[in-house]
């Protein structure tokens, strides 16, 4: 089957910045593919562009196999958006920000009403179907949101940040219902800074950087590859490093703590409490913040 | 956009365009309280004060009363706010602060349809308030019939030109603050002396040309005022093909000025 999003070389130029640098991925039918990385790595720029809102600057760039220069509107018509920032029409109540979201996509009102109904009871909104949009909380919006970009049964929904600000439950609710709408064989594209929702949510994900992919594969092979399956915390001091060194494990200082990446933990930190008598040790499994700090460096992003 | 040319490059257009007009049509009708009121009472208020408060003072000007020299007046200006503050505050708002053309170009819809439903939503207004006036004006007896009937598919048309030059400067504004610039420094003059309240005539020669050749309110009000008196002025003619010139071009630039500013 034909990708759903193919990118070649695509890259975004605004003046002298390179925000998109010759990226090329695919994203297959079916699969929920993340972008990860700092701000300012490039996320946003490249869902804008799968959007058909920023034109690209050169490469390539299709989507359902067209061309995203010259057929914006109909690959619109068959994606579903939930953008970073909240755009609720303040002016209308939920139902009639759907109601008037069904209409920009011409769907005609019986069909638009039945939608409407059938997407409120799955993102858990039905009670405040009439409620304006000011009273609702941040997982609401969030919620209704969500129902919007589904409002044209899209075969692709993009999300740029879905949990950004929510609370644990509302959080959770989202990814259910991702899972739920990826269950039905449509494909997923998400950017997110949190990288537990990364690792949950994705089959499939990359890193950027610097307007770059740095790495891109399944979450777990990604964690196993650049951080082994644990990691081995202790005090950053030369007794920790020479021990370290002698036993060949990889490690990195990170902050006051240097991390030693392994898929032997016990003995390492066997070795490090016995042979070295250090006391703080610790050790836990390599998540993907462990690849993702590695790979992107600890300094802040602004 | 090196070449000058493509700011006036045509936008390219589907029925979708009318979505955004609904869009600002149902806010409006949500609140139509609010909204009928003002064309309602401004020219009783203007009329009572102006035209026969000052107008008593005022025996006749170029051959009829005060009160009927000043009532197309109060119809252009009527027109003039209504299609410039809908596309300067009223839709920065809506683009900047409200993200609302985020959320409707993320759907089929182009940022040059977006565009251009908000200024024919501009002309609405023009259109709505015209269509409030007229019959108080008529009951005031200012109003020649059945001339002053087609003020009301002109004010759509002015309405249009006003709409888009401010959608010129929304598109151009740093920020809404800086949109007094054009009100404090265009439209207030023009309100003043684009033979409105007084002829242009009793102006100096050199600012009577500036106001033909610059202001757009002084075609408008030349129109309408032929119009409601049911005398053409000799002016007439011109002040149609300025206007259409003028309405043509600046619609053009309202759009691709806009592009300029949001397709990044």
Excluded at chain 1, 134 to 155: D, V
Excluded at chain 2, 173 to 191: A, E, Q, S, V
Excluded at chain 2, 229 to 243: A, D, E, I, K
Aim: glycine residues 6%.
């Amino acid at each position: 089957m034909a990708p759903v999003i193919e990118a070649t070389g695509l890259t975004k130029r605004f003046g002298d910045l390179v925000a998109v640098d010759h990226v090329t991925f695919r994203v297959e039918q079916g699969e929920v593919f993340g972008f990860l990385g700092p701000n300012g790595a490039g996320k946003t720029t490249t869902m804008r562009m799968i959007q058909c809102v920023s034109p690209k600057t050169e490469g390539s760039l299709q989507v359902f196999g067209m061309e995203v220069e010259g057929h914006e509107s109909e690959i619109k018509r068959q994606i579903g958006v939930v953008p970073q920032e909240n755009n609720l029409d303040p002016d209308f109540t939920v139902y009639k920000n759907l109601l008037v979201y069904a209409r920009y996509f011409d769907i005609p009102l019986p069909e638009a009403e039945a939608t409407i109904q059938e997407l409120l009871t799955f993102v858990e909104l039905s009670e405040k179907r009439d409620t304006p949009i000011e009273k609702l909380s941040g997982g609401m919006k969030r919620r209704l949101i969500l129902a919007r970009a589904l409002i044209n049964r899209p075969r692709l929904l993009i999300l740029d940040e879905p949990t950004v600000g929510l609370d644990p439950q509302a959080r959770h609710l989202i990814w259910e219902r991702l899972r739920e709408i990826r269950n039905r064989g449509n494909t997923i594209v998400l950017t997110t800074h949190y990288l537990e929702e990364a690792e949950r949510l994705c089959d499939r994900l990359v890193i950027m950087d610097r307007g770059g992919i740095l790495v891109e594969g399944p979450p777990r092979e990604l964690v196993k590859r650049h951080a082994g399956t644990h990691v081995v915390e202790a005090d950053d001091t030369p007794q920790v490093r020479a021990c370290l060194d002698r036993l060949g494990a990889r490690y990195e200082p990170m902050g006051e703590l240097l991390q030693a990446y392994t898929d032997t933990p016990r003995d390492v930190t066997r070795a490090l409490v016995g042979e070295c008598q250090m006391g703080h040790v610790a050790a836990r499994p390599a998540t993907l913040e462990d690849v993702f700090l590695r790979l992107t460096g600890r300094k802040l992003r602004e | 956009m090196n070449n000058p040319l493509r700011l006036l490059a045509l936008p390219r257009l589907t029925p979708r365009v009318l979505h955004v007009w609904q869009r600002n049509r149902d806010v409006f009708v949500k609140t139509y309280r609010v909204n009928f009121l003002p064309p309602f009472l401004e020219p009783i208020l203007y009329l009572l004060s102006l035209g026969f408060g000052v107008g008593s003072f005022i025996p006749e000007i170029a051959g009829v009363s005060y009160a009927q020299y000043i009532a197309p007046a109060l119809v252009s200006i009527s027109i003039m706010n209504a299609g410039f503050f809908e596309c300067t505050y009223a839709s920065y708002v809506r683009m900047y602060y409200q993200k609302t053309y985020d959320a409707i170009i993320a759907t089929p819809l182009t940022i040059d349809e977006v565009i251009v439903g908000e200024i024919l939503w501009g002309a609405t207004r023009a259109f709505i308030n015209t269509v409030i006036m007229l019959p108080v004006l008529f009951l005031f007896g200012v109003l020649d019939l059945p001339w002053s009937l087609f003020v009301i598919p002109f004010a759509f048309l002015a309405g249009f030109l006003f709409a888009s030059i401010g959608m010129c400067f929304t598109a151009m504004t740093p920020g809404i603050d800086t949109l007094n610039l054009p009100t404090f420094l265009f439209i207030t003059p023009m309100f003043l002396f684009s033979g409105t309240f007084f002829p242009l005539t009793l102006l100096p020669k050199f600012v009577q040309y500036l106001a033909v050749a610059l202001l757009p309110l002084t075609h408008v009000v030349t129109v309408i005022r032929s119009l409601t008196l049911g005398t053409p002025s000799p002016l007439l003619p011109f002040s149609l093909v300025w206007l259409t010139v003028a309405t043509v071009l600046v619609f053009l630039l309202a759009v691709n000025l806009m592009k300029r500013r949001l397709v990044i």
